[in-house]
Nanobody, 118 residues
Framework: QVQLVESGGGLVQAGGSLRLSCAAS????????MGWYRQAPGKQRELVAS???????NYGVSVKGRFTVSRDNAKNTVYLQMNGLKPEDTGVYYC????????????WGQGTQVTVSS
């Protein structure tokens, strides 16, 4: 059984910063990709950022240059540093991990709310 536990969401003014954390626990040998997705009301879930075990990153177009994803492989934890937040960044942020099982399996966190006021 694998669990992803997120923390760090909240309410912030436009231009502010937040840092999200997500720790994976359970029967984990290794994690292939970890990352963050978000879903705004009435919209589809979209990729925010992801990072491979080797450190290669991928960002959604709207967050490039403002958000930074990182991970600590020893702690099975992924982070999202969000700077220059905008009201359109508001949504529920979900942690994602592709766990190296047989076969590899996707897991999701419960989601954490990020609200950016104008």
């Amino acid at each position: 059984q694998v669990q992803l536990v997120e923390s760090g969401g909240g309410l912030v003014q436009a231009g502010g910063s937040l840092r999200l954390s997500c720790a994976a626990s359970g029967s984990i040998f290794s994690i292939n990709v970890m990352g963050w997705y978000r879903q705004a009301p009435g919209k589809q879930r979209e990729l925010v950022a992801s990072i491979t075990s080797g450190g290669s990153t991928n960002y959604g177009v709207s967050v490039k240059g403002r958000f930074t994803v990182s991970r600590d492989n020893a702690k099975n934890t992924v982070y999202l540093q969000m700077n220059g937040l905008k009201p359109e960044d508001t949504g529920v942020y979900y942690c994602h991990a592709n766990i190296n099982l047989l076969p590899p399996k996707d897991y999701w966190g419960q989601g954490t709310q990020v609200t950016v006021s104008s």
